[in-house]
C-alpha cells in the first residue's frame, strides 16, 4: 500500500520559513519524480517543484529563489524548503510520487497559511 504522508504546514509571518516533508512507503522511492503542488482556494492545482531520480530539479517561477526542493533516499523522505513566504503562498500543499500516468501517487495535503 502507498502512503505518503506530508507534516511541517502551519500559520506563518510574511517573510517567514516553513520547512515540509513528505514521507513515502510501499514504493521503490528513489525511482520516482518526487514532487510539491499546491492549491489555492478556488484555484486549480499547480505544481511548485519536482526533483528526478537523478537529483534535477523544476521550480515554478513565482518560488525560484526562495523555495528549495531536496530529498533523502535512505529515508524516503522529499522535503520543501521554503523562505521568503508570501500571502499568495497560501495553499494546501500536496506531495506526488511519479513513475509514470499509471503510477501516480498524492499524499492528504498540509495546509500553508502565510498572514501579511
Known amino acids: 500500500q502507498v502512503q505518503l504522508v506530508e507534516s511541517g504546514g502551519g500559520l506563518v509571518q510574511a517573510g517567514g520559513s516553513l520547512r515540509l516533508s513528505c514521507a513515502a512507503s510501499g514504493i521503490l522511492f528513489r525511482i520516482y519524480i518526487m514532487g510539491w503542488y499546491r492549491q489555492a482556494p478556488g484555484k486549480q492545482r499547480e505544481l511548485v517543484a519536482n526533483?528526478?531520480?537523478?537529483?534535477?530539479?523544476n521550480y515554478a517561477d513565482s518560488v525560484k529563489g526562495r523555495f528549495t526542493i531536496s530529498r533523502d533516499n535512505a529515508k524516503n523522505t522529499v522535503y520543501l524548503q521554503m523562505n521568503s513566504l508570501k500571502a499568495e503562498d497560501t495553499a494546501i500543499y500536496y506531495c506526488?510520487?511519479?513513475?509514470?500516468?499509471?503510477?501516480?501517487?498524492w499524499g492528504q495535503g498540509t495546509q500553508v497559511t502565510v498572514s501579511s
Open positions: 526533483m528526478s531520480p537523478g537529483a534535477s530539479t
Open positions: 506526488n510520487a511519479w513513475l509514470g500516468s499509471a503510477r501516480s501517487y
